[in-house]
T-cell receptor
Framework: AQRVTQPEKLLSVFKGAPVELKCNYS??????LFWYVQYSRQRLQLLLR??SRESIKGFTADLNKGETSFHLKKPFAQEEDSAMYYC???????????FGAGTTVTVRA | KAGVTQTPRYLIKTRGQQVTLSCSPI?????VSWYQQTPGQGLQFLFE???????NKGNFPGRFSGRQFSNSRSEMNVSTLELGDSALYLC????????????FGPGTRLLVL
């Protein structure tokens, strides 16, 4: 069974400070990992996925298969980054996303 | 392209009633998935449909069911509603499912009294 763990429920940082959201997974195969974000009163939307290796809104995430982690990082947090962030894993044969519990990020001025 | 749409956006029902929620995927998308979002349990997978066939089902009781039509639109039904069914129900679509990015709708917020 696959499992996604986001150990931090809440994360508060100052504007301009680095932010890192942790995500660990357990999966026996080769996972497809995503970060989704939900801004206040908006729908859940894709932030980035590991296979594309893109940097979106200054965020990056590196898949570390040895540590089974997919941490999300941004060097300089902005107030508009305040949102709920979900790490998700997609099994190639399962046709479903398994989500972590989510981390609420608050960026203070 | 228009995004995923869900109707209705809000619903209030009483225990024992049944409810049907609707989802229209992005044009060209043939895979539709449903998720339940609650503060306590987070986002949980309900089921996934592709070309009118259910390919996977989450760990929910049989009161939760769904279907997909030939135009890829999908409905989910919850019968004999319980208080614990109060949640935000999200629909997501993708071209073929699997490892593809899923695009989410705004959700239907269901309150069971």
């Amino acid at each position: 069974a696959q499992r996604v763990t986001q150990p931090e429920k809440l994360l508060s940082v100052f504007k301009g400070a680095p932010v890192e959201l942790k995500c660990n997974y357990s999966y026996s195969g080769s996972p497809e990992l995503f970060w989704y974000v939900q801004y206040s009163r908006q729908r859940l939307q894709l932030l980035l996925r590991h296979i594309s290796r893109e940097s979106i809104k200054g965020f990056t995430a590196d898949l570390n298969k040895g540590e089974t982690s997919f941490h999300l990082k941004k060097p300089f947090a902005q107030e508009e980054d305040s949102a709920m962030y979900y790490c998700a894993l997609n099994d190639s044969n399962d046709y479903k996303l398994s989500f972590g519990a989510g981390t609420t990020v608050t960026v203070r001025a | 392209k228009a995004g995923v749409t869900q109707t209705p956006r809000y619903l209030i029902k009483t225990r024992g009633q049944q409810v049907t929620l609707s989802c229209s995927p992005i044009s060209g998308h043939r895979s539709v998935s449903w998720y339940q979002q609650t503060p306590g349990q987070g986002l949980q997978f309900l089921f996934e449909y592709f070309s009118e066939t259910q390919r996977n089902k989450g760990n929910f009781p049989g009161r939760f069911s769904g279907r997909q039509f030939s135009n890829s639109r999908s409905e989910m039904n919850v019968s004999t509603l319980e208080l614990g069914d109060s949640a935000l129900y999200l629909c997501a679509s993708s071209y073929g499912g699997g490892r593809e990015t899923q695009y989410f709708g705004p959700g239907t917020r269901l309150l069971v009294l």
